[in-house]
């Protein structure tokens, strides 16, 4: 570039290197001319003409080749604009950024321009590009190809790149535009610059190799990438799995070895392979004894050989004859077995020269101009040949060429992959394909099978920001970060998800809740007091408390006629056996599972039993007190309190408990339910007592009972005799008192099975303290001291 400091006018542009993959795409420009001057069929009796001009593939030098193209001069001359040229159309330009530029500079001469390789979206925009056409395909559906590339193998966090180009900053805009409605998150995005800036493009690689993104999409062309590869080489970066863009996937200059450890396994989407079946043949006739006073064709071989084929030039290379051979290895300009760009020059001169066919046959009276008139083939204007150009179609070895609306070709890429080859270099293998023109989904064919992976490796790389959350966790965004980004949560107890990278966790329905890994619903397990350690082990006590008590009725009922049964009220004594009996067998109605009738069945089978059985024991602690008491002189107090009375008594106290249950059963009974609050995980099984007034009623009422006796066995306790069945009673009172005392804030925290359990235990606790507390003393007199059951040493009385 020249010094623009404007104090002098600046020299000219000057070219640098030489490009023979461009020189090739020349030569088959060329070839194809010189077939359809030679074709019978297509133009007959008209030759095509053309003139090369070089751009430099930069925008500045592109500009004074478009006006030299315009003027018919030199390009070493200024141009200046004197007079009309008779050109027709423009082939060209490479990139997008020199096209943007020749397709301004024709716009008011109304010249068609059909691009091979300018793939910006901007070109689609009629209104600013009415003369622009391309047989390549739109950048639109290459980044739509490259995003889908980056979800089909998970690729989520990617690293972009871009040369400081036109072509580069809309394919960056657009794919990033495509990555919004995927869940693919950019790492980073840098632009390598157009004026080489080393310190800029170690600041560049430093960013490649800090960042956790081991894929990295780049726009650019290969002569933005040359220096910078080099010194990306030179820091050894490895690692990286590139996707490359159309405009250097297949550049045959990065082919050499030395490129393969950093290089190899780029994946990218190629222009559409073609065939050209003359153009091998016809490389082999450029040389420079066949153009001699051809600059390009010295350039070429200086290029290839390193070596200068004409005295006459003022390179410093040695000379050499001209007629070296043409190798294989000289595949940037010989490598035919592959043509992309190259192919689509082929049919873009294929294109222009169908359109001017289509133009000759025009009718008269049937044009498609003013006055349905046609071209006149003497005096062709440019717009005239945009119209043909705009509706032609036409097969080229099988492919079907034309053009839509916006001047855009069919969408078509191949998918190339760099492998190793035999020798070492660089092979780009054709690996699949993207077909814009297939239904959603089925655009994106792959061998992935066949791919080989940066680092020469298998296996696809992983390039995340964060591992995947597995089933039974979900996302959790890093505040401040991408959502790529994030954490993983495993879920909450009765939620679960079933899905990787699940954003949240759904919750299970009711009867179900979540099993261990939170990746499925199971359904709650149901509890109750069931017939299993627990149960059994109440139920095996139950049984042996009734057994003893109708043991220790069998012991009465067998000593019925002793001292020590009758003076102590053999009647109530049978009536309170017969209720403990009861009371024993009314806890196993707790166990099982709760149904309607259980539900009912339990609290008053219990409340009614126990109140009998405390009815009896109050009876006989009035029998006892009356008893003692009646023996001072003038008191009748018993007659009061015969068996009659006591009957009496037993029948009032529990009817007073049997009304209140009645009562309770009619008004709101107990019923099952399904208690899921306590523990969430849990269905369990319980009796809901329905009324917690009339529930607390009948303990009151049995509390009450109970008080009673204690009070009343409490004042008779020093009452004469050695066998003061007070004193028992007191004892048995106190015990029964302090069960059920216990069992009220045990009852009210435990929750369903629980607490059937503790209400069974607490039936089954007073029960035993009842029968020990009364009938373990007679029973230890009749059965082992028999000497001890008659009536004086009961009363106190006997000799000594």
């Known amino acids: 570039m020249p010094d623009l400091n404007c104090t002098y006018r600046p020299p000219p542009v000057k070219c640098n290197g030489f490009d023979p993959r461009a020189f090739r795409w020349a030569q088959t420009m060329r070839l194809a001319v010189e077939e359809i001057n030679q074709s019978m069929e297509l133009l007959p009796n008209y030759t095509l003409g053309y003139k090369i001009f070089d751009s430099c593939a930069h925008p500045l030098t592109g500009q004074r080749a478009a006006l030299a193209v315009l ?50 979206s901007c070109f689609a925009d009629r209104i600013k590009y009415p003369n622009f056409f391309r047989v390549i395909p739109n950048d639109d559906y290459q980044v739509k190809a490259i995003a889908q590339l980056l979800v089909r193998f998970n690729w989520t966090w990617v690293g972009l790149m871009r040369g400081d180009t036109d072509y580069g900053r809309f394919a960056m805009r657009g794919l990033l535009r495509e990555l919004q409605r995927t869940k693919v998150c950019v790492a980073y995005q840098e632009m390598i610059p157009l004026r080489y800036n080393r310190q800029r493009v170690q600041e560049i690689l430093q960013v490649m190799r800090s960042s956790t993104a081991k894929v990295v999409v780049l726009f650019s062309n290969e002569g933005e990438m040359t220096p910078f590869l080099r010194d990306y080489m030179m820091q050894n970066i490895t690692g990286i799995q590139w996707v490359a863009s159309e405009a250097w996937v297949t550049a045959s200059v990065f082919t050499g070895s030395e490129y393969y450890p950093y290089l190899g396994g780029t994946i990218g989407f190629g222009i559409r392979k073609g065939h050209i079946s003359k153009l091998g043949d016809y490389l082999l006739t450029v040389n420079p004894q066949m153009y001699p006073n ?94 043909y150009l705009q509706e032609v179609t036409f097969s080229i070895a099988g492919e079907e060429v034309n053009f839509d609306l916006k001047g855009d070709s069919t969408p078509y890429y191949d998918i190339i992959n760099w492998q190793r080859g035999t020798g070492g270099n660089i092979e780009f293998v054709n690996l699949g394909l993207f077909d814009r023109t297939k239904p959603a989904g089925e655009e994106l064919v792959i061998q992935e099978d066949r791919i080989v992976w940066a680092g020469h490796q298998n296996e696809v790389p992983v390039s995340v920001c964060s591992a995947s959350c597995l089933p ?133 089978a219990f409340s009614i039993t126990f109140s009998l059985c405390i009815s009896c024991i109050l009876g006989k602690t009035l029998v006892v007190l009356a008893a003692f008491t009646a023996t001072r002189p003038g008191n009748n107090i018993m007659k009061w309190l015969g068996p009659k009375q006591q009957r009496a008594i037993i029948f009032s106290c529990t009817l007073i408990q049997v009304i209140i249950c009645a009562a309770w059963l009619i008004d709101a009974p107990p019923y099952p339910s399904r208690n899921t609050q306590y523990e969430r995980s849990k269905i369990i099984l319980e009796c809901s007592v329905g009324s917690s007034l009339a529930f607390w009623c009948v303990l009151g009422y049995i509390g009450l009972q109970a008080c009673l006796c204690f009070i009343l066995a ?70 082992l001291k028999p000497e001890k059951n008659t009536k004086q040493h009961l009363m106190g009385k006997e000799k000594k």
């Not at 159309?89 to 109304?110: H, K, N, T």
């Not at 009220?744 to 069974?760: C, H, L, Q, R």
């Open 71 to 120: 003027n018919g001069l030199s390009e070493d001359y200024s141009p200046m604009c004197r007079g009309a040229s008779p050109l027709l159309a423009v082939i060209g330009d490479s990139g997008s950024a020199q096209s943007i530029v020749i397709s301004r500079m024709l716009q008011p001469f109304r010249i068609p321009m059909i691009s091979y390789f300018s793939t910006c």
């Open 294 to 387: 051809n600059p390009l064709v010295q350039e070429l071989w200086e290029a290839l050989y390193g070596c200068s084929p004409s005295l006459s030039s003022s390179s410093r290379l040695p000379p050499c004859s001209g007629q070296e051979s043409l190798l294989d290895q000289h595949s940037a300009y010989m490598n035919t077995s592959s043509l992309r760009v190259a192919y689509n020059v082929y049919k873009a001169v294929y294109a222009i020269a169908h359109s001017l066919h289509n133009l000759l046959l025009c009718q008269p009276d049937q044009g498609p101009f003013l006055n349905n008139s046609c071209a006149q083939s003497n005096n062709i204007q440019p717009w005239q040949l945009q119209h």
């Open 472 to 604: 039974g966790s979900r996302k959790a965004v890093r505040r401040g970060e991408p959502v790529c980004c994030f954490d993983c949560v495993p879920c909450d107890s009765g939620k679960i998800s079933n899905q990787t990278n699940s954003i949240e966790c759904t919750f299970c329905p009711e009867d179900f809740w979540s099993n261990k890994d939170r990746t499925a619903c199971i359904p709650k397990k149901v509890e109750f007091l069931a017939y299993d350690s627990l149960g059994i082990a109440l139920t095996v006590i139950s049984v042996v408390g009734a057994c003893l008590t109708i043991a220790v009725l069998a012991v009465f009922f067998h000593h019925r006629n002793t001292a020590i049964v009758r003076v102590n009220n053999s009647e109530l004594s049978f009536f309170i056996l017969f209720a403990l009996t009861l009371c024993f067998l009314c806890s196993l109605v707790f166990i099982g599972e709760p149904t309607a009738w259980s539900c009912m069945l339990r609290h008053t």
């Open 714 to 783: 409490f004042l008779a306790r020093k009452l004469p005799g050695n066998f003061n069945e007070a004193k028992f009673i007191t004892f048995s009172m106190l015990i029964f008192c302090a069960v059920w005392l216990a069992f009220i804030p045990a009852y009210i925290s435990s929750p369903g099975n629980y607490a059937d359990a503790v209400e069974s235990f607490a039936i089954l606790a007073s029960s035993f303290g009842l029968l020990f507390c009364l009938f373990a003393p007679k029973c230890y007199i009749i059965l």
